[in-house]
């Protein structure tokens, strides 16, 4: 009998399975799919960054290669050759976590996991037996019910991520992160995309300065916006789809040849036998955990996207070395403000901590600060003036409780501020550590010493 069984080898599984066997316990992991990595390896934030990547080159070459003195004549794209760099990076990595499972000496069974009872689960008629039990089975696109996904006209980001051919016209429904990534994608390499998103803005959990300059900066790349928007039809065609869609008070038709269905994620519960054994779901089909992430069976735990919270891999890994952590009695915490967005497009947009909106929510007094990527003499050195940074303060204890970045870069620099909130660190603090000159960075800085002080260069 082992000491652990994680279901599931997605950036919560795996992580899982490898800290429990690094603290001593044995472990097996099982995963239904051929491949190990979860959604985020095989069709999730791997192979979208993979292509995000490719398209950002051609865009490059196309429009700003010749600001730099660089001539190329007519690039074009070759989709399929793009296809198979994105498919040899996730092959590289999924094989990758296989290798990490074996060097830790992780026992592996693919199959699909269902439970017999708390202490017992069958995999595809075998019976296995562990002392604890952790869920990590991750989430699902969810669907609109008048037009499913077939994968080749209506498609999840599962099917955008695998398209035979550019479309000519693409429809997306939704305008969180993965909308406008994939939108982003294909907008660069030539369809005409149009977004439709229920809500009056997009990126909904985002700042609200940060958002309109965001859609601001995506709409002069010509990305078209359908806000407050409501497809309440849709008729599958041979040669694409037609959608009816509410806005302004009127009914218009919008065709396309893909449509992206980008609303959500569910979690990923089906099969796995939890109501027969009585763990305790929400309404929404998450699993309720405690602090330590036990279910109401406290030998069952779960994490990740199955638990209510924001659904970002890297929150499943954090969770998921925390749960085993504690299953092995070790002190461990998670401090979800100071966990970051990322949004890949170009430029990126990257947050952690509080929002102005949700600080002056909650009642508190605030300092702010901002400053434009245009008086950054990095920015302007490699071209990327676009955008800007924001700092967000507590006024009376001068505590950093927001960092929000839309620019070049935004992904990596993040990580200055979610250090900064996990150490508890001031806005002047931030303001007054010394940043490499020149850097993207520096604008931090700049928007620090604007919330307490002045900036230097504005």
């Known amino acids: ?3 652990l069984i994680v279901i599931g080898s ?9 800290r429990a066997a690094q603290l001593g316990l044995s472990v097996t992991i099982i995963e239904r799919y051929p491949t190990f990595g979860g959604t985020c390896l095989n069709v999730g934030c791997i192979p979208s960054k993979a292509l995000l990547q490719s398209s950002e080159h051609y865009a490059f070459i196309a429009e700003h290669a010749e600001e730099h003195g660089i001539k190329v004549k007519s690039p074009s794209v070759d989709f399929k050759t793009m296809m198979k760099r994105k498919e040899d990076v996730v092959k590289s990595l999924t094989g990758g976590v296989a290798g990490l499972l074996k060097r830790n000496k992780v026992n592996t069974v693919q199959g699909t996991a269902r439970f017999v009872s708390s202490e017992e689960i069958e995999v595809d008629g075998k019976k296995l037996q562990a002392k604890h039990f952790l869920i990590a089975t991750g989430s699902d696109s969810i669907e609109l019910p008048f037009l499913p996904f077939d994968e080749k006209v209506v498609v999840s980001s599962t099917g955008a991520l695998s398209l035979a051919s550019v479309p000519k016209k693409m429809i997306v429904v939704g305008a969180g992160v993965i909308g406008v990534e994939l939108a982003s994608v294909y907008n660069r390499l030539g369809s005409e995309v149009t977004i439709v998103e229920m809500l009056d803005r997009i990126t909904p959990t985002m700042d609200n300065q940060i958002g309109k300059a965001f859609q601001k900066i995506l709409t002069e790349q010509g990305l078209k916006f359908h806000l407050s928007a409501q497809v309440t039809d849709a008729k599958v065609t041979k040669n694409g789809a037609e959608l009816s869609v509410k806005m302004e008070g009127k009914e218009s038709k919008l065709k396309a040849d893909v449509v992206l269905v980008a609303i959500g994620r569910k979690p990923y519960a089906e099969g796995l036998g939890l109501e027969e054994i009585g763990v305790e779901k929400t309404k929404q089909g998450f699993v309720i955990v405690d602090g330590n992430f036990r279910t109401n069976r406290p030998n069952i735990l779960a994490v990740g996207d199955i638990v209510d919270g924001p659904m970002l891999a890297h929150r499943a890994s954090e969770e998921a070395i925390a749960a085993v952590e504690s299953l092995a009695g070790k002190s461990s915490h998670i401090n ?6 990322v949004i890949y497009t170009s430029p990126e947009v990257a947050s952690v901590g509080l929002t102005e909106e949700e600080g002056k929510e909650m009642g508190l007094q605030l300092i702010k600060g901002v400053f434009p990527f245009k008086g950054n003499a990095r920015a302007r050195c490699v071209g990327e003036t676009e955008g800007l940074v924001k700092v967000i303060g507590e006024k009376e204890s001068g505590r950093l409780l927001g960092l929000h970045i839309v620019g070049a870069n935004a992904s990596e620099m993040i990580g200055e501020g979610v250090v900064a909130i996990e150490n508890k660190s ?33």
Request: charged fraction near 20%; proline fraction near 8%; glycine fraction near 4%.
């Open 1 to 3: 009998m082992d000491d």
């Open 10 to 18: 997605g950036p919560a599984g795996y992580v899982a399975a490898i």
């Open 336 to 341: 979800y403000m100071a966990i970051p967005n």
């Open 426 to 458: 001031t806005v002047r603090e931030l303001a007054y550590a010394s940043h490499a000159h020149p850097t993207l960075s520096e604008a931090i800085k700049e928007a620090a010493l604007a919330a307490c002080e002045k900036p230097i260069h504005l």
